[in-house]
């Protein structure tokens, strides 16, 4: 078949979109693993609304540190503990202001973390800070949270 200058057009038309398209792949494949994230911490945000040893001890990593505003950290045992034996009985919660990163097989989560709960038979608000790190690990896994109160405005 002999080449027409249509064929040849269309050739370099490919060979000049070809790096744009292969540079847009990892940008898309971020994506989708950026919505597998925001899915598991929706997961995350279910599991403590219902306490639900299972689903919370799937859904964090062996690791896991989890940092409270007020300073205090906890292991995966003493949060799962808390929350699934209801100590701290959680009534809504919303998260606000979402942004995920993907980084290889790590993934940063900031949000704004709006609760209603229970913590020893006391009714309880909290608007805080939160950051996650999330471990690519048969699934997205909890590795890390840290809240923070916000800084007050001037």
């Given amino acids: ?39 598991a911490v929706e997961a995350l945000t ?27 950290v906890e292991s995966k045992k003493e949060f799962i503990d808390v929350v699934a034996s209801k100590k701290t009985v959680y009534k809504k919660i919303e998260l606000t202001e979402p ?8 993934a940063i989560v900031r949000h704004t973390f709006s609760a209603e709960y229970e913590s020893d038979g006391k009714p309880g608000t909290a608007k805080i ?16 949270r840290q809240s923070f109160r916000p800084p007050t405005p001037a």
């Fill in 129 to 144: 800070g939160v950051m996650q790190v999330w471990l690519k690990q048969e699934g997205w896994k909890l590795l890390a």
């Fill in 99 to 106: 942004s995920t990163t993907v980084v290889g097989n790590n």
């Fill in 1 to 39: 078949m002999p080449f027409t200058r249509r064929h040849l057009a269309f050739a370099g038309a490919a060979a000049l979109g070809a790096p744009s398209l292969l540079r847009s792949m990892p940008s898309l494949a971020n994506s989708a693993e950026e919505a597998a994230v925001n899915k």
């Fill in 46 to 72: 279910q599991a403590m609304l219902a306490a639900d040893r299972a689903q919370l001890e799937a859904l964090t990593a062996e690791q896991l540190s989890y940092g409270h505003s007020s300073g205090k």
